[in-house]
């Protein structure tokens, strides 16, 4: 039986190797790591990059995220946009968020959300840091 804790931190690894990738691809201009903390704190999310908060949760089987996911990384959150990247055996990875976060004329909510792959995600990223830069 493989161990639980491993699993995850073996995911999370896997999740920041992908997001630092596609960050150095594109300019982004940030890199992530995993937080540590998160072992010893309550309420502190897996990954943090410019204005999200990520919990990562990899389990051998299933189709849905459970609620109690979602409401840890909303815990985790802060100001930041709560973003729940999970997986389960054989099947592809997910990413659950805000709709706001996809459409930015919705009100902030994060009890209203979204799944999608996390190719979709990450030009949602893309399009966000885009918009800042010319914002700015």
């Known amino acids: 039986m493989a161990d639980s804790r491993n699993k995850g931190a073996t995911f999370e690894r896997d999740i ?46 299933g189709w849905w995220y459970a609620p109690a996911w979602w409401d840890q990384v909303c815990a985790a959150c802060g100001d930041n946009t709560p973003v729940l990247i999970y997986k389960f055996n054989n099947k592809a990875i997910r990413v659950c968020l805000p709709l706001y976060a996809i459409n930015e004329n ?25 918009g800042q830069r010319e914002a700015a």
Request: hydrophobic share 35%.
């Open 16 to 61: 920041v190797k992908r997001i630092n990738a596609f960050a150095d691809e594109h300019a982004l201009g940030f890199t992530c790591k995993r937080n540590l903390d998160q072992y010893q704190t309550a309420d502190l999310c897996d990954i943090q990059i410019p204005r999200h908060s990520i919990e990562c949760k990899a389990y051998k089987s």
């Open 106 to 130: 919705m009100a902030r909510d994060n009890s209203r959300t979204a799944v999608i792959t996390l190719d979709e995600w990450f030009d949602l990223l893309k399009e966000s840091f885009d």
